[in-house]
């Protein structure tokens, strides 16, 4: 099985920064991509940022303001967030492709980490 660790998040003033970190774990294989979701209350998950080994893709709400970066070694993945603003405040969950042998990859989700901007 695999599992997906969430950590980060918390509170944070407008204007401020917050990093999300996601460990993955358990019988991989290969890891095909990696990102992050948020769901804000009464909204629909949406995508925020994703990794492969040779590309990233933002959000256009987030694009310059957040980064996403992967460590394959550690089979982890970051998302810095910076000049945060209310309307970041969500739920942020965790997601990655994995596939546990050498057939069709599954999606997995982390459990999701709350991260609230407010002064």
């Known amino acids: 099985q695999v599992q997906l660790v969430e950590s980060g998040g918390g509170l944070v003033q407008p204007g401020g920064s917050l990093g999300l970190s996601c460990a993955a774990s358990g019988s991989i294989f290969r890891i095909y991509v990696m990102g992050w979701y948020r769901q804000a209350p009464g909204k629909q998950r949406e995508l925020v940022a994703k990794?492969?080994?040779?590309?990233?893709n933002y959000a256009d709400s987030v694009k310059g303001r957040f980064t996403i970066s992967r460590d394959n070694a550690k089979n982890t993945v970051y998302l810095q967030m910076n000049s945060l603003n209310p309307e970041d405040t969500a739920v942020y969950y965790c997601?990655?492709?994995?596939?546990?042998?050498?057939?069709?990859?599954?999606?997995?989700w982390g459990q999701g980490t709350q991260v609230t901007v407010s002064s």
């Open positions: 990794i492969t080994n040779g590309s990233s």
């Open positions: 997601n990655a492709v994995i596939a546990t042998r050498p057939t069709i990859p599954k999606n997995y």
